[in-house]
C-alpha cells in the first residue's frame, strides 16, 4: 500500500511563490503516476498536475505556465512548484498516486489509488 504525505502549504501574498512536497512510501513502480489536486468548500476536487508514468507532465490551463512539477528520485519525492499565486490558487492541495493510468485520465480524480492528507494553501492580501 503506497503512502502519500503532503507538506509545504501555507498562507501567502498574492504572487508570492510555495513548493508543495509529496513523499511517498510502499511499493511504487516506473509506470506509477503521481498527481495535484486541489478544492475548495463546495466544490468538486480539481486537477493541477500531473507527473504521468514518471516521465511526462500534465498542467491545468489554469495553473500552465506558473506550475512545475518535478520529482526526486532519490527521496521518492514529487514536487509542485507554484509561482505567481492568486487568490484562485486558495485550496486544499492533495497529492494522488496510481498504478496503470491512462492518458485520458489524468484530470480525473477518481481514478487515482491513494491520496494524502492535504494541505492547505491560503493566497490572500
Known amino acids: 500500500q503506497v503512502q502519500l504525505v503532503e507538506s509545504g502549504g501555507g498562507s501567502v501574498q498574492p504572487g508570492a511563490s510555495l513548493r508543495l512536497s509529496c513523499a511517498a512510501s510502499?511499493?511504487?513502480?516506473?509506470?506509477?503516476?503521481i498527481a495535484w489536486f486541489r478544492q475548495v468548500p463546495g466544490k468538486e476536487r480539481e486537477f493541477v498536475a500531473a507527473?504521468?508514468?514518471?516521465?511526462?507532465?500534465y498542467y491545468a490551463d489554469s495553473v500552465r505556465g506558473r506550475a512545475t512539477i518535478s520529482r526526486d528520485n532519490a527521496k521518492n519525492t514529487v514536487y509542485l512548484q507554484m509561482n505567481s499565486l492568486k487568490s484562485d490558487d486558495t485550496g486544499v492541495y492533495y497529492c494522488?498516486?496510481?498504478?496503470?493510468?491512462?492518458?485520458?485520465?489524468?484530470?480525473?480524480?477518481?481514478?487515482?489509488?491513494?491520496w494524502g492528507q492535504g494541505t492547505q494553501v491560503t493566497v490572500s492580501s
Open positions: 494522488a498516486g496510481g498504478s496503470g493510468i491512462i492518458l485520458s485520465s489524468i484530470p480525473g480524480h477518481a481514478n487515482y489509488d491513494c
Open positions: 510502499g511499493p511504487t513502480s516506473r509506470q506509477f503516476t
Open positions: 507527473l504521468w508514468r514518471g516521465r511526462n507532465t
